[in-house]
């Protein structure tokens, strides 16, 4: 096991661009976070999964962005339109209920709108 | 709200330094506490978790205290080395979703 994996590393894209990120769990984590930071910020939550549901949506994520966990296994972020606000460092977690619930988190994608 | 702060903002020590890193919490009712380290332009690292029962954690030269009903949480680093600098960020833990409401984090410098 390698640890949670994100793809690309980073996305440069112009303004009113579709974009779209990967992020593969430790195998066998059954939850799934997705957050975004930005510079000289904390990470702030977007939304998690718990298998293949999504149970709760933070109100930052406008209705341009969405989120798929299809098989309960990856997931992706999809970012429609992306604006120069956009740009920031999306960070994936996955945990595994009941072991405290510690999150491990990927190296995250870095997200540039030009 | 849950909200978590952290001081100081930015700290900057010469080698060998034991230095202490806080976090305060305004809802004590949290289900655990993480710190984590960050790199520049890089992901997060978990340094310590500590669960509500607990009151801290030890992994090498850190340390980690919890005082849940203050609302507080303290990283000890003893003996720091240039290796140790980078942001330093507290989470905690709440809800039933258990979703982490993050500081903003304490920059490090350690000065060779």
């Known amino acids: 096991d390698t640890g949670v994996s994100q793809d690309p590393r980073h996305k440069i894209t112009k303004r009113g661009q579709n974009v779209t990120f990967r992020c593969d769990p430790i195998s066998e984590h059954n939850r799934l976070y997705w957050y975004r930071q930005t510079l000289g910020q904390g990470p702030e939550f977007l939304t998690y999964f718990q298998n293949e549901a999504q149970l709760e949506k933070s109100r930052l994520l406008s209705d341009r962005f969405s989120a798929e966990r299809p098989k309960g296994s990856f997931s992706t972020l999809e970012i429609q339109r992306t604006e120069q606000g956009d740009s920031a460092m999306y960070l994936c977690?996955?945990?595994?209920?009941?072991?405290?619930?510690?999150?491990?988190f990927g190296p995250g994608t870095r997200l540039t709108v030009t | 709200k849950q909200e978590v702060t952290q001081i100081p903002a930015a700290l900057s020590v010469p080698e060998g330094e034991n230095l202490v890193l806080n976090c305060s919490f305004t809802d004590s009712a949290i289900y655990n506490l993480q710190w984590f380290r960050q790199d520049p332009g890089k992901g997060l690292t978990s340094l310590l978790l500590?669960?509500?029962s607990q009151r801290e954690q030890t992994s090498g030269r850190l340390n980690a205290s919890l005082d849940k009903s203050s609302g507080r949480s303290t990283l000890y680093i003893a003996a720091s080395q240039p290796g140790d600098s980078a942001t330093y960020l507290c989470a905690v833990r709440t809800g039933n979703n258990r979703k982490l409401i993050w500081g903003l984090g304490t920059s490090l410098a350690v000065n060779p």
């Open positions: 500590i669960q509500s």
């Open positions: 977690a996955s945990s595994l209920a009941g072991q405290g619930y510690e999150q491990y």
